[in-house]
C-alpha cells in the first residue's frame, strides 16, 4: 500500500460531525441574529486579549491598536516551543481544543443548523475532536511556513465560505417555509466548516504536519 493511500486511510487529526435536525424552529431562526447576540458578546470577550491603545497618525488622526486575540498568541508560542524544544504544552492544546468546539457551537447556531443555544462547555450536538500531537514528531521549523503552505487553502475557503453565506440565506428561508434545512446544504455548510477546521489544525493549530485534504468530506 503507498504512503498517500495509507494516510487516506488514517482519520485526519481534526475532525468534526453536526447532528442533522429533522425539525427545526421557525420563530428562533427568524430571529437567530438577535437571540445570538449575548454568546457572541462571550465568545469575543474570551478570545480578545483584552488591550487597546490609542495613537495619533500622521494625519492627526486618533486610531485605535488592538492587541491579538488569546487564540492567535497562543498559536505564535505554541509555534516557538516546537521550533526550539519541540514540546506541545497539553494545557495550551486542551484550551484551545475548548475554544475550538465553543466557537464551532457558535457557528453552528448562526449557520441555522442547530437549535440549542450554544453552550460553554456541553458537547451538544456538534462534535469536535482534535489529536494531541506527540511535538517529537513534528517537524521543528514547519510551524515557520505552514500559513504560506496553507494560502492555497485560504483562497478556495473565501470561494466556499461566499457560497455557504448564500447558502445560510437560502436554508433560512426554507426553514421558514417547512421548519427543515435542505440536507444538501446543511451538509455543505458543515462540510465547508470541516474543511476550515483541518486547515486551523495545520497552520494555526500546529497539531499535525499532513497537509489538509481538498475535501469537504
Known sequence: MSSTASQQAVPYPARVTVDYPERLDRLTTLLRIFWAIPI???I???TSSG??????????????????????????????MILFRQRYPRWWFDFRLGLERFGFRVGSYLALLRDEYPSTEDEQAVHLELDYPDARQLNRWLPLVKWLLALPHYIVLLVLAV???VAVVVAWFAILI???YPRGLFDFVVGVGRWALRVDAYALLLITDRYPPFSLE
Not at 54 to 63: A, C, I, M, P
Not at 74 to 80: E, F, K, N, R, Y
Request: proline letters at 0%.
Open 40 to 42: 457572541l458578546i462571550i
Open 178 to 180: 417547512t421548519g427543515r
Open 44 to 46: 469575543s470577550l474570551v
Open 51 to 80: 488591550s487597546a491603545t490609542w495613537s495619533t497618525n500622521e494625519q492627526g488622526q486618533r486610531v485605535r491598536d488592538a492587541g491579538g486575540s488569546i487564540a492567535y498568541t497562543i498559536g505564535v508560542a505554541t509555534a516557538l
Open 163 to 165: 457560497f455557504a453565506l
